[in-house]
């Protein structure tokens, strides 16, 4: 993966495998780190498939025998000396947390969130998306459920909506 | 976002507005993206983002468009199948710019490029 954003895409995108209704995403940004933490409602994993989920020749897939999503990101983190941790209950939910050494020579850019998150919201309208970006100064939070209750009906990938969107997550990044 | 709750409101009026006018008949076209790891990172997301601005850009509004996730054909991501009165045509090794001229020349004027389908890879 070129850049964190790529992996948010990705990790989210099991979340949306395991079935799940709401899925938070946090960047959390500092001078020293970038820490990622992506959670999820969906149906969770037993201990066995949490136990090996960075061990790259695991996967429950069936078109492929090793799954490449967990463990390319925790190749990434550690490339920085970073932390990764990753907890999981069985029909609860999932929770990944990543922290990035962002001053380490191999730490991957941050790259186009913005485009990530339209993504996901124009993929799964009907999942709600808590994306929030913070560091010392500032704070953001898209939040699609409200979003969603502003429009009463109208569909939150509509074109207009989607550009509204759009305009509202650039305009907060110029701050970043 | 908070002050903007009110421009939101407004579009949703926009959005209401057009929606009246366009064309409200049932999807006949299905593009399914590839989007588990191996697409996102042979570059599935910039490629999604084409197909979309394509279509929205043309107002084809019976056009759906969904993600998948990977189907064990890794070197050919990132690809996306076009679906049509159930009729498959799977293209392959897309850029954002083969995928807007697939929109325009398979979905607008319903002619296949060969040239991007996977029959043609695989015979390379
Ligand atoms: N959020 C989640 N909820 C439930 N199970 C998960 C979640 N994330 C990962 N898993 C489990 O861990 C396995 C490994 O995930 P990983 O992303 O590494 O590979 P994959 O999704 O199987 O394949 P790939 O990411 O290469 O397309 C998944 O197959 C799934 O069983
Ligand atoms: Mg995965």
């Known amino acids: 993966m070129r850049d964190i954003s790529m992996h948010v895409l990705d990790i989210a995108m099991n979340s949306i495998k395991a079935n799940a209704t709401v899925i938070k995403i946090m960047i959390i940004e500092s001078d020293e780190t970038i820490r990622l933490i992506i959670k999820d409602n969906g149906c969770g994993m037993d201990k066995e498939t949490l136990n090996s989920v960075v061990d790259p020749f695991f996967t429950t897939r069936k078109t492929r025998n090793v799954g490449l999503g967990i463990p390319l990101l925790y190749q990434n983190v550690k490339r920085t000396s970073g932390k990764f941790n990753i907890t999981s209950s069985l029909k609860l939910g999932t929770a990944i947390e990543a922290i990035f050494n962002r001053k380490h020579i191999d730490c991957i850019p941050l790259g186009d969130i913005n485009e990530t998150i339209i993504s996901l919201i124009l993929l799964e309208p009907l999942i709600d998306f808590i994306y929030t970006r913070k560091n010392s100064f500032k704070k953001y939070v898209l939040n699609t459920k409200k979003i969603k209750r502003v429009l009463n009906g109208v569909k939150i990938n509509e074109k207009e909506v989607i550009d509204w969107l759009k305009a509202d997550l650039l305009n907060f990044s110029m701050a970043f | ?124």
């Open chain 2, 1 to 124: 976002m908070k002050k903007s709750i009110a421009d939101l409101m407004k579009i949703r009026d926009e959005a209401l507005k057009n929606m009246q006018l366009r064309d409200q008949s049932e999807s006949n076209c299905r593009v399914v993206v590839g989007m588990g790891t191996c697409g996102i990172s042979a570059g599935a997301r910039p490629v999604l983002r084409a197909i979309i601005d394509e279509i929205n850009k043309r107002s084809l509004n019976n056009v759906q468009v969904v993600q998948t996730g990977c189907v064990g054909m890794c070197r050919f991501e990132p690809m996306f199948d076009v679906n049509i009165n159930d009729e498959k045509v799977t293209y392959v090794n897309m850029t954002s710019e083969k995928a807007r001229q697939v929109v325009v020349e398979h979905i607008v004027n319903k002619r296949v490029i060969r040239d991007y389908t996977i029959g043609k890879s695989e015979n390379e």
